[in-house]
């Protein structure tokens, strides 16, 4: 059975309150946009409003959520919450060395600090997913999936293997990159800041 082409526009989301904000210290994946991150998903919808979306997938953190609910809303979409799409736990707790600890992960794929998860294992599970959505949208189809830097970063890499720890860090809030599955395998169409290169159809 021929399968037909399915197109992904991965999501980071947009500005949150920033990580451990008082109120915030141990409700990390409830962390809401800020005013301007609200903005900016405003804005999303508003530079997607052309474009036929035939399904919306996201994080379970509610920043992911958010960031694609306008666009999701406006086309009639119930989002539906994929686990794996979280984000990749680099660290456990709050520490001034997490850059150090980006820097190795990005050296070493299996490199890992106790409790949280390594970039091998996080891009496993990105992957995972895309294959997870091609079996179920086998007619192909264009689909919006709200996720997080770090995990994107690591699943375009993937696919691209100059994606490193600098275009992780340098990556904005939003930014959407699109994907497309031809029938033979995954590849990257562009993206950098909120779209390009997705066709308007």
Known sequence: MSLGRLDILLVRHAEAVAVFSPGWEERDDERPLTEAGRLAAHELADELEPYVITGAY???YRRAIETIEPTAQRRGLRIIVLEDLRERRLTVGQRDDWREHLTASWADPDYVVEGAESGRAAQRRGAAVLDLLRVRHPDGGRLLLGSHGNLISL???TL???VDADFHLAMP???IYHLEHDG???RVMGGHGFVQAAPRN
């Open 155 to 157: 699943v375009l890499h």
């Open 173 to 175: 809030m939003p930014a």
């Open 58 to 60: 996201s994080s379970p």
């Open 160 to 162: 691209e293997p100059a």
């Open 184 to 186: 033979h395998g995954w």
